[in-house]
């Protein structure tokens, strides 16, 4: 009996032994899969890379077409989202005076050092027949742009169509009222120069 009894608890240590390693190899087997459906997604992707590149040497010239057709398509999109985004600032009624009063002293400062700390008020020329006895409006034409600094005494025109610089002087500001309609109480003054000795 004692013979059965040691077999039995042999057998059984074996049986434990075989059982603890089928635990750990899902584990393994999992690891194993997983590498191998990385490399198998790295061959397939080498494989895609490998037929672009047969096909571009094999067709230049529709695949310059293809690149020339994205390229504008994306072009396009980006001017389509920039217009997008002017109209949307243009149309709304507090941002569309600031707007163009900022996009055309932007295009001023380029050229010509303006005053500084101070927000010039905008005005356009409508009607250049009413202006035209004014020497500060003697080369002016319809759709100018007129800016007044007024702390300065300072008035510019300026051409948008040519980003020209018309007349730059010092004014009388007759009223302090915006120019917004009427730039025809721009008064310009005679600039004077102190003498050297």
Same mark, same amino acid.
């Given at each position: 009996?004692?013979? &059965?009894?040691?077999?039995?608890?042999? $057998? !059984?240590? =074996?049986?434990?032994? #075989?059982?603890?390693?089928?635990?750990?190899?899902?584990?393994?087997?999992?690891?194993? &899969?997983?590498?191998?459906?990385?490399? $198998? !997604?790295? =061959?397939?992707?080498? #494989?895609?890379?490998?037929?672009?590149?047969?096909?571009?040497?094999?067709?230049?010239? &529709?695949?310059?077409?293809?690149?020339?057709?994205?390229v504008g398509l994306g072009w396009f999109g980006n001017e389509y989202m920039n217009t997008k985004d002017q109209i949307k600032q243009l149309t709304n009624p507090k941002t569309a005076g600031q707007t163009e009063v900022q996009i055309i002293t932007n295009d001023v400062k380029q050229v010509l050092d303006l005053p500084k700390n101070e927000e010039p008020t905008l005005a356009t020329v409508s009607d250049i027949t009413k202006l035209k006895n004014q020497t500060f409006f003697k080369n002016a034409q319809n759709?100018?742009?007129?800016?007044?600094?007024?702390?300065?005494?300072?008035?510019?025109?300026?051409?948008?169509?040519?980003?020209?610089?018309?007349?730059?002087?010092?004014?009388n500001l007759q009223s302090t009222k915006e120019p917004s309609s009427q730039p025809a109480s721009v008064q310009p003054q005679p600039q004077t120069t102190p003498a050297q000795p």
């Open positions: 009996m004692a013979n &059965k009894n040691s077999k039995k608890i042999v $057998r !059984m240590s =074996r049986t434990q032994k #075989k059982a603890a390693p089928l635990k750990e190899e899902p584990v393994v087997q999992e690891q194993v &899969k997983k590498k191998s459906l990385l490399s $198998r !997604m790295f =061959r397939a992707t080498g #494989k895609q890379i490998k037929r672009f590149i047969k096909f571009i040497r094999k067709n230049p010239f &529709k695949t310059l077409l293809v690149i020339a057709v994205l759709g100018d742009k007129v800016l007044i600094y007024v702390k300065s005494g300072r008035a510019l025109l300026y051409r948008p169509v040519e980003n020209k610089v018309i007349e730059y002087s010092a004014v």
